[in-house]
């Protein structure tokens, strides 16, 4: 997308604006109205930066601090195919946080303020990843429900008003489609498996039904930036709309599996086209993003302990750093 064009407009009312801003803000609507993409450089309204470098940096940072439940079954695996998988999708999940800070990057807010937001722990990140991994199958219920989730969310993201935003999340997608698989194979493996393997798969599903459902934030009536999102396209759909629509798909699949969904509200409304769910469990969800979930503090803590011991990493990234420009300098004068 080209650089605004800055005309002057007439002036509509608003009389604090610059000149400057109001032809801004004026490209800005056209270009939301067109439903046609924002790029870093062009006039942006402060909120919209705001509310972008706010969910671009939780999504990085959820990438981030998701990797640590499965991260902690790679040396667990049943076989090495197993591990091998394992390692690649909790590598993409790495890339996918790098993809996202670069975005936010481009926002204006560097990457480190962010990471550091981050490890003070005033930043938010998916409440999923506040729960325990127990067993082998909650690899394969990760995989299936929280990937899964994940991209019923992040499908209409790759069409986000904000182009960099928009373009990582097609990639992400792509990769996460692979990661649901895998989950799916895994729980369809041990559903088919023995009385105690299928007993597994049917726990991990119980424990990760409701917390997957959870992914999509709050409901509606409750969900202060939907609304706004929505209107600057960078949401396509709200919470409940897109919750509602996840569990619809997974309730066809979990027959494929042999397995059920421990939701006896679940059903189709003809009536309304939309899937019916039971109600979720809201104050846990508050007191899980509010820090006070099982996980939490352990996740937190892993975190902070992996920045320590990456700062050597930092160290060198500088010093050569320093060591290419002196080079450069020399070779120039
Ligand atoms: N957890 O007004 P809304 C993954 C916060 S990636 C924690 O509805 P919004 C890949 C929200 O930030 C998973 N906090 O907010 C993977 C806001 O707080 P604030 C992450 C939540 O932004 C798989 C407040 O509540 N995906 O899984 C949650 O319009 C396996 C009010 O909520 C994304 O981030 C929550 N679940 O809608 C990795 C997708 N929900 O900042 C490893 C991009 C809400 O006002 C292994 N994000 N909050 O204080 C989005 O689509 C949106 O940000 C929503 C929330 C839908 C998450």
Known sequence: MAAAPLQPVPASGETSLSEEDRAGQAYFDRIIADDSRIEPKDWMPEAYRKTLTRQISQ??????????PEANWITRAPSLKRKSILMAKVQDEAGHGLYLYSAAETLGTPRDVLNQQLLDGKAKYSSIFNYPARSWADMGAIGWLVDGAAIANQVPLCRASFGPYGRAMVRICKEESFHQRQGFEILLELSHGTPAQKKMAQDAVDRFYAPALMMFGP??????NSKQSMAWNIKRFSNDELRQRFVG??????????????????????ETGKWIHMELDWQEFKDVIAGRGPCNAQRLARRREAHENGAWVREAARAYAQKTADKRKAGAA
């Not at 999504?59 to 640590?68: L, P, T, V």
């Open 59 to 68: 999504h990085a940072h959820s990438e981030i601090i998701g990797m640590q």
């Open 219 to 224: 409901p509606d009536d409750d969900s202060p």
């Open 249 to 270: 798909m997974i309730a066809e699949q979990v027959k494929v599996l042999g397995l059920t969904l421990p939701d006896p509200e679940l059903r189709f409304d003809e």
